[in-house]
């Protein structure tokens, strides 16, 4: 049986995997049981330098990416690993220990630093002692890196304790065919974690397992847990005892398996009187924002700081380009800005964006320049996200404004032009083709003189893919969170309007009045123009949301879940 590398490399990472003559090394990754952010340092540090990477499952194509994009900002990626499937054949099939073994002997024997993905812990459950073992007979070296077992993540994840002071025990089993295991080792009342193989068909293997379980003198009232997608926001877990378990799972009470999320991930089932205390320690299930599909307006790049603080409370953050970030027209305008950089006729460059940062960093690429150009100059950036920007380039900034991120709050903290002080009175003000003059008129009333120069264009950006679009338009989104009047316009111009159940969440007054102007409905507004007021808005709403259903005693529901008939105008 062959693996399938899948295109994500570069040719001399290609040249470089396949070189001969020296020795192979491959590290075994345990990745826990989902959530990236159960990942030990070591592990995200190995998959960030690999140059092949061998996964078990679809979600660890997710999962490298995830690592990736969370280290873009440190200064710089290496290149682009080689990914290469080793746990199912072309046709979908899994592959066998022996074959999975082969797959990543063959990967390190050019003597690429490879890195082998395992679910859950390395050696506790699966392949990886007889994958390791047949690296160590190539001769090739081995490393280890333990990763948090699904049988530890998944109950605390869901709530469930597996020891309390008067239960200090719990046992674990793996369910591949419940004949095969002798029960009435787990008669007793020790609280047992059973793990389901992904993929499997969960009702009738659960349900036989509990039938053995009762046979074996455990109490049909005993209490049960099942969890799908643990430690994703995908995450569901039923809670009901060994005699019902088979008709609540059968009734579809359990997730839907054709959920991406969950059909890569073992189920976890756990047994035991601990499992009534999920009601008081339930913390992940019951975040405020928890399975919330929301759509972010902007590039995953520059969204990246608010998806992290949605994701936080529980959501899934999908972002959608609505502009496209283009260079000028006229070149020669940032040129010659550049070329008076460098010979010294400014005392401060003010950056508005990131993408001005960005556009800045090009143009210095294109000159052979480096960040020692601007010794002797003043730095300002508009916002924290600009600032990190900078920062990555090893600039520090002298002015971050220390109230509103916002041309205005810049403003606010920024020096007037004096004579004695000031040996220049000029600004390099490089930022969009349609960004406002607020900031150049404040900073000439405090005696500057000002070059605003065009350093990049804004368009709207190509419409996203028509699931997507149908997406938007039929309500399966849960919220949008509209961080300027910009993606409202782009937005609706690209995609269409949001469906009237779909909350509405904006950064500002302006945003809100753009989207009121657009026949939306804005349901939650931000205290203050930052991404994380605007994430901490949205979850408030969420939460107040969640208290009301349960104090009327109705189920807790996302917005997507409820169709309203039509979304009332703002009054």
């Known amino acids: 049986m062959t693996s399938t590398a899948t295109t994500r490399t570069t040719s001399s990472t290609a040249r470089r995997a396949s070189s001969a003559g020296r020795p192979g090394r491959v590290s075994f990754v345990g990745t826990g049981p989902g959530d990236p952010g159960l990942l030990t340092m070591r592990a995200a540090e190995l998959i960030r330098t690999a140059q092949i990477v061998v996964t078990e499952s679809p979600a660890h194509q997710r999962l490298v990416d995830s690592v990736r994009a969370g280290a873009s900002g440190t200064g710089g990626l290496p290149e682009v690993p080689v990914v290469v499937d080793g746990g199912y054949t072309d046709a979908g099939a899994p592959l066998t220990p022996a074959a999975r073994g082969r797959i990543v002997v063959k990967q390190a024997r050019g003597g690429a630093r490879v890195v082998r993905l395992l679910a859950g812990d390395v050696l506790s459950h699966g392949t990886g002692s007889e994958e390791a073992q047949a690296c160590r007979k190539a001769g090739l070296a081995v490393e280890v890196v333990p990763g948090v077992p699904t049988a530890l993540a998944v109950p605390a ?38 793990l389901v193989p992904a993929g499997g068909d969960l009702t009738p293997t659960v349900s036989a397992a509990a039938a053995a379980l009762v046979a074996a003198g455990r109490s049909g009232d005993t209490a049960v847990s099942v969890t799908r997608g643990g430690t994703t ?35 976890v089932v756990v047994v035991g009187a601990n499992v009534d205390l999920r009601e008081q320690l339930s913390w992940y299930e019951t975040k405020p924002l928890f399975g919330w599909r929301v759509l972010v307006p902007r590039t995953k790049e520059q969204a990246g700081p608010l998806s992290e603080q949605l994701h936080g409370h529980g959501a899934v953050a999908e972002e ?68 990190d920007a900078i920062r990555t380039w090893g600039i520090r900034p002298d002015l971050v404004p220390s109230g509103e991120q916002s041309g205005r709050g810049l403003l606010e903290d920024w020096p007037p032009f004096d004579e004695v002080l000031d040996p220049i009175n000029r600004v390099f003000l490089p930022r969009a083709d349609i960004a406002t003059e607020t900031l150049m008129a404040g900073l000439q009333e405090l005696g500057w003189e000002v070059d605003d120069v065009t350093a990049y264009r804004t368009v709207r950006a190509a419409p996203p893919p028509a699931p997507v679009r149908e997406a938007i338009k039929a309500g399966r989104f849960d919220a949008v969170v509209f961080t300027s009047s910009s993606t409202v316009r782009n937005l609706v111009g690209i995609a269409g309007k949001p469906h009237p159940s779909t909350v509405i969440a904006c ?13 939306l409905r804005v349901d939650v507004l931000a205290d203050s123009p930052s991404v994380e007021a605007l994430a901490e808005a949205l979850a408030d709403f969420g939460d107040r949301r969640r208290v009301a259903a349960i104090e009327a005693g109705e189920p807790v529901i996302r917005p997507s879940e409820r169709r309203a008939p039509a979304r009332r105008r703002a009054t």
């Open 157 to 194: 994840y869901a709530g469930v304790p597996l020891t309390t002071r008067n239960r200090e025990r719990f046992a674990v089993a793996r369910v591949d065919d419940a004949r095969r295991i002798d029960w009435t080792a787990y008669a007793g009342d020790t609280t047992l974690v059973l």
């Open 507 to 519: 950064i500002g007054p302006a945003t809100a009045k753009t989207a009121e102007e657009h026949g």
């Open 320 to 387: 959608v380009p609505t502009i496209s970030v283009e260079p000028p027209r006229n070149p020669q305008q940032m040129d010659k800005a550049v070329r008076g950089l460098v010979e010294g006729r400014y005392e401060w460059v003010a950056f508005t964006s990131v993408n001005a940062v960005r556009a800045v960093r090009e143009k210095f690429d294109e000159y052979g320049l480096d960040a020692r150009a601007f010794s002797g100059l003043k730095v300002a950036a508009v916002g924290e996200a600009t600032a």
């Open 233 to 267: 926001t995908a995450q569901l877990t039923t809670v009901t005892t060994l005699d019902a378990v088979g008709t609540d799972l059968a009734a579809g009470v359990d997730a839907d398996p054709t959920d991406p999320e969950l059909a890569d991930a073992d189920v």
